[in-house]
């Protein structure tokens, strides 16, 4: 297609965010209202989607939409492997927003046709206004892109996501992204402790498990906020796990190094497999934390019992997830991970997890209160803000082991 015929793209230029998102978010740490961290969110919106043009366009998928066809159809017709359907669905879900395709519904099937040709990417420069933004923008840009360069492969049965993705040679692009200087992701941390901190404000003596830690920087991030709270002296105990070995010694020997009078642990857990059979005792934890873990649980109802039976009778569930603000929204972070088995092969349930992957708040409250805790909640209060700001994918879900609920 001439290059005349493709339309122009739209001017990146962001609506201010909405004075009301002050009220909403009071109490959580300034940074969420940063103009900083919406304009980076809204360019990876954007970026995530140009991305998608680019690579649809590579895969000839554009073409085969002359008339309807379901993302099962167009892999059967383009040689896809038969399992990269969801991802290509994701996909063109991306696409809906630009209006050059359109979509219609049949038996919960979505079938896609196009309108009129998408624009011209414009990667090169939507990367430079994204680093004139924030030059910390850079990891989360990296790992987009090297996302994007193994669809194809991975569509084609060349090589698994796993592969290009979470090798050695993927290891310092993690490193950066999952970084508290990378506020796109710190954004993250930064929620999930402060609403911790909220519920452990009692003097007592406190003992910590934390899930999928990474290489530390959300323990780096609660740690902070208690410092700040005064809640250190209280810690009897901080048991933080990571199932890779690499990242749990990166974790370990920088926050070895800044908190050496406190009883921190490091060990691996699977939270797939029970975990009283990996050092964690039934009853003994009065919070179980994680950020951005628990959606890749394979049976998250199991993996949720388990949190509840590791924690004391008044204990705290406590996770930092990435929260889709609406049913089927696709939204950037989606991008890096809808290639990795880990993220997309996971049990489903039309009530409480009707699709692999990030939850909406409301999904969150059902499952977490399906596992038996009370006081199922998702703050900030998601539900109000999607109504002014679409693309506000951050909230901590909690919830609390009674007495009444271990008896329920």
Same mark, same amino acid.
């Given at each position: ?5 493709? &339309? ?7 609506? &201010? ?27 990876? =919106? ?6 998608? /043009? +680019?690579?649809?366009?590579?895969? +000839? ?24 359907? %969801? ?9 809906? =927003? ?13 079938? #896609? ?47 698994? $996501? ?18 508290? +200087?990378?506020?796109? #992701? ?12 909220? @519920? ?8 910590? !498990?934390?899930?999928?830690? $990474?290489?530390?920087?959300? %323990?780096?991030? !609660? ?5 700040? @709270? ?11 796990? =990571? ?27 699977? /939270? ?11 009853? =003994? ?17 199991? %993996? ?22 609406? *049913?089927?929204? &696709?939204? #950037? ?7 990795? +088995? ?39 209060? *998601? ?11 951050? $909230? ?13």
């Amino acid at each position: 297609m001439e290059d005349a015929a493709l &339309p122009e793209p739209p001017v990146f230029d962001p609506q &201010p965010l909405d004075p009301r998102l002050a009220q909403w978010l009071k109490g959580y740490p300034p940074l969420l209202l940063s103009e900083r961290l919406h304009r980076s969110i809204e360019l990876m =919106e954007r970026y995530s989607i140009d991305l998608a /043009i +680019d690579l649809l366009g590579q895969m +000839d998928v554009i073409d085969q939409l002359g008339e309807c066809r379901s993302a099962k159809t167009l892999c059967q017709a383009l040689s896809f492997q038969p399992r990269f359907s %969801s991802t290509l669905d994701w996909l063109l879900k991306r696409l809906l =927003e630009t209006d050059c395709i359109e979509a219609r519904t049949d038996q919960e099937t979505q079938f #896609y046709r196009l309108r009129h040709a998408p624009w011209r990417p414009e990667l090169a420069r939507l990367r430079s206004i994204g680093l004139d933004i924030d030059c910390a923008n850079a990891p989360t840009l990296d790992l987009l892109d090297q996302a994007a360069s193994l669809y194809p492969a991975v569509a084609r049965g060349e090589q698994s $996501g796993e592969q290009g993705l979470l090798g050695a040679q993927a290891i310092p692009l993690w490193l950066n992204y999952f970084n508290n +200087d990378n506020l796109t #992701y710190a954004v993250n941390n930064w929620v999930a402790a402060t609403v911790a901190a909220d @519920r452990l404000t009692t003097q007592r003596e406190l003992r910590i !498990l934390e899930l999928g830690a $990474g290489a530390g920087s959300a %323990s780096e991030t !609660l740690l902070r906020c208690f410092d700040e @709270r005064g809640l250190l002296p209280y810690i009897k105990r901080y048991l933080i796990t =990571e199932p890779n070995s690499f990242f749990r010694r990166r974790g370990q020997r920088e926050l070895s190094k800044q908190y050496r009078d406190l009883p921190l642990e490091w060990e691996p857990l699977d /939270i797939d497999l029970p975990w009283d059979n990996q050092g964690v005792a039934r009853g =003994e934890m009065d919070l179980v934390y994680g950020v951005n873990v628990l959606h890749v649980a394979k049976d998250l109802l199991f %993996s949720l019992n388990q949190a509840r039976n590791a924690l004391t009778p008044d204990g705290w569930l406590v996770i930092g997830e990435c929260v889709r603000p609406y *049913v089927n929204q &696709p939204i #950037y972070p989606e991008f890096i991970f809808q290639i990795l +088995d880990n993220f997309t092969d996971v049990n489903t349930d039309p009530e409480i997890r009707p699709n692999p992957g990030f939850l909406t708040a409301d999904q969150w409250g059902r499952v977490v209160t399906r596992a038996g805790f009370e006081r199922a909640e998702v703050r900030p209060d *998601v539900d109000h803000i999607r109504e002014v700001y679409l693309h506000f994918f951050t $909230g901590a879900i909690c919830g609390q082991r009674t007495v009444a609920s271990d008896v329920r």
